[in-house]
């Protein structure tokens, strides 16, 4: 049985390549891809998605990093601290990967027994933001307030033990450009998330 946790979305980026387009609100297969992401983290214990209240069918709590766009390091770090619970491990999604489901969620936990935590790989082995971090690992590397924003999410990652996680099918597909979502959208909804 799956050990309690908690999720954090990440949804609060630019979106440059998108024009600035809110991710979180933008529809594949007639659901916004924040519906997706919560869809993915659907047996976590409480929410947190990092980025501007948009309307969820799921209660969540939206909570935003101070200054805004700091990165995924600022945001994992600000949801996490968000999280009203405590459990053993963090869930961290971003918004832009529809194909996530709860079989890949409880994936991740399964491979981080026993380390520091999972990340999902891509077909060509760069980890994608799907992951499962033991808190009280990430509690100790994490850096001070002001070191948050603008740092890189590896360099956060790096003295952590991670499983490596293959993705299967389009689980590792991210949506960066409209060019992404027209693509998506033409694959049709039979394998749709």
Do not use: N
């Not at 489901?101 to 935590?117: C, F, K, S």
């Not at 100790?140 to 603008?150: D, F, I, K, S, T």
């Amino acid at each position: 049985m799956l050990e309690s946790f908690c999720a954090v979305v990440l949804a609060g980026g630019r979106a440059a390549r998108l024009g600035g387009a809110d991710k979180a609100s933008v529809e594949l297969a007639g659901r916004t891809l924040l519906a997706h992401a919560l869809d993915a983290v659907v047996d976590a214990a409480e929410v947190v998605v990092v980025g501007d209240p948009v309307p969820t069918e799921r209660p969540v709590t939206f909570t935003r990093e101070d200054p805004r766009y700091g990165g995924p390091v600022a945001a994992l770090l600000t949801g996490r601290d968000a999280l009203l619970r405590r459990t053993p491990t963090l869930a961290v999604l971003a918004v832009d990967m529809p194909h996530v489901t709860p079989r890949t969620i409880r994936r991740l936990h399964e491979a981080a027994q026993g380390r520091d935590g999972a990340a999902l790989v891509d077909p060509d082995g760069r980890r994608q933001l799907a992951l499962v971090l033991d808190v009280a690992r990430l509690d100790a590397v994490r850096p001070g307030r002001e070191e948050q924003h603008g740092a890189a999410l590896h360099r956060l990652l790096e003295p952590l033990d991670l499983a490596a996680v293959p993705t299967e099918g389009r689980e590792h597909r991210d949506l960066d450009t409209w060019a992404d979502l027209r693509e998506l959208r033409e694959q049709g909804d039979d394998d749709a998330p």
